[in-house]
């Protein structure tokens, strides 16, 4: 298995573009995650998902959207890149609330 | 709102010692709690999970503690290693709406 997966690994938008982080995991778990950390920050969590169809906000959901048309896949776009999304994104898996949670290694995103 | 913070935020200990990271929050509603290990420049990697039913979870050198009641938890790091260096990071929820997460623990072991 090779677990959660994300791309791109760094990118670099200019302000008002637009982009999408793309986040596979291969292990048929139902609930998936969108977490934004910050320096010197725990993490945040942005939108998160419970099954295909299903989707819901966070606690910082603004300037983001996303969408979950397959188990697998829990893509997160934003729409006019700000400098205040400059940070690193990493997307979770589960098969149940209670479980644990497998991380992704990360996308780390700057806007200038 | 769920509050997670974690003591102390940074400590460098010689090689061999024992450790004790502490972490409180303060909604006990929580289903479980899991203690994180984060490099730099990289992922998560889950250490522990221990279930709101349990006291304590364990595994090799490490060991962790939970009372939900007074919400706290403490990660226990045995004959700390210089390959032992790293972000802890303590996560309490378990909900369908994820984890809160503290700030972490910087730990630096001194070989």
């Given at each position: 298995n090779a677990g959660v997966t994300q791309t791109p690994k760094f990118r670099i938008l200019k302000i008002g573009q637009s982009m999408t982080l793309q986040c596979t995991q291969?292990?048929?778990?139902n609930y998936m995650y969108w977490y934004r950390q910050d320096p010197g920050m725990g993490l945040k969590l942005i939108y998160y998902s419970v099954g295909a169809g299903i989707t819901d906000k966070g606690e910082v959901p603004n300037g983001y959207n996303v969408s979950r048309s397959t188990t697998e896949d829990f893509p997160l776009r934003l729409e006019?890149?700000?400098?205040?999304?400059?940070s690193v994104y990493f997307c979770a898996s589960t098969g149940g609330g209670p479980d644990t949670q497998y991380f992704g290694p990360g996308t780390r995103l700057t806007v200038l | 709102k769920q509050e997670v913070t974690q003591i102390p935020a940074a400590l460098s200990v010689p090689e061999g010692e024992n450790l004790v990271l502490n972490c409180s929050f303060?909604?006990?509603?929580?289903?479980n709690l899991q203690w994180f290990r984060q490099d730099p420049g990289k992922g998560l990697t889950s250490l522990l999970l221990i279930q709101s039913s349990q006291r304590e979870q364990t595994s090799g050198r490490l060991n962790a503690s939970l009372d939900k009641s007074s919400g706290r938890s403490t990660l226990y790091i045995a004959?700390?290693?210089?390959?032992?260096s790293a972000t802890y990071l303590c996560a309490p929820g378990g909900g369908a709406d994820g984890l809160t997460f503290g700030k972490g623990t910087h730990l630096i072991i001194q070989p």
């Open positions: 291969d292990m048929n778990h006019l890149a700000a400098p205040s999304q400059t | 303060t909604d006990s509603a929580i289903y004959a700390s290693q210089p390959g032992d």
